[in-house]
């Protein structure tokens, strides 16, 4: 299995743009996770869906950032407008909610930058 | 979730076992202690996770104390490979696999 697969893996904005980070889940894996890292806040959980209904977005920043996901095997995070205190690397995971260890797998993080 | 506490910092070195500390003193009876780990610019990585017994795979030990307030983590053989930020985070399974991450414990292994 390929993992969890993010893209872009890197985007460069201007602020007022709007970006759209990408995910594809583990097949079979019916949780999926958006966090945000950055180095004053460190690892934050912005939103999860149990199989593609959101379950949790008390994490979401504010209006600007919207998630869906419409089938079992892809995400979206969306920021519209971008703002420079968006900048951070965000990471998509995914699990499968079972009686086993529930462990989370990560991607590799779209870093993103807003200028 | 129950908080916890992890040292901001701590050197190891290679080939000696590392101990990471967490305390965990307000953990209640159905949350259970998970570890992950985040090696520079990659994302988290689980490494183990226990009740109340102790536990061992092939990455690590975890040892938990008998009144659950604290726990252990143990790299038996730390490589160059292990440093990393190590996350100590308590959870329960009705947190719906939700993960709060701390500061956790910023390690670095020396030659």
């Known amino acids: 299995d390929a993992g969890v697969i993010q893209s872009p893996r890197h985007e460069v904005t201007e602020m007022g743009q709007e970006v759209t980070l990408r995910c594809k889940p583990i097949s079979g894996h019916n949780s999926l996770f958006w966090y945000r890292q950055t180095m004053m806040r460190g690892l934050e959980l912005l939103i999860y869906f149990n199989n593609n209904v959101p379950i949790d977005d008390s994490g979401m920043p504010e209006d600007r950032f919207s998630a869906k996901m419409p089938n079992a095997s892809f995400s979206t995070l969306k920021i519209q407008p971008s703002e420079p205190r968006d900048s951070a690397v965000y990471f998509c995971?995914?699990?499968?909610?079972?009686?086993?260890?529930?462990?989370?797998?990560f991607g590799p993080g779209t870093r993103l930058t807003v200028l | 979730d129950a908080k916890t506490t992890q040292p901001p910092s701590m050197d190891c070195a290679e080939g000696r076992a590392a101990n990471l500390p967490c305390n965990h003193s307000?953990?209640?009876?159905?949350?259970?202690v998970y570890w992950y780990r985040q090696i520079h610019s990659q994302g988290p990585q689980y490494i183990i996770h226990g009740l109340k017994n102790n536990e061992t795979n092939e990455m690590a030990s975890l040892i938990i104390t008998e009144d659950r307030k604290s726990s252990t983590l143990i790299l038996p053989h730390a490589t160059l490979r292990d440093t990393a930020v190590y996350y100590c985070?308590?959870?329960?399974?009705?947190?719906?696999?939700?993960?709060?991450f701390g500061g956790g414990t910023r390690v670095l292994v020396k030659p």
């Open positions: 307000t953990i209640s009876g159905n949350e259970y």
């Open positions: 995971a995914s699990s499968i909610t079972s009686g086993g260890r529930n462990e989370q797998f």
């Open positions: 985070i308590v959870r329960t399974r009705a947190a719906g696999n939700k993960l709060t």
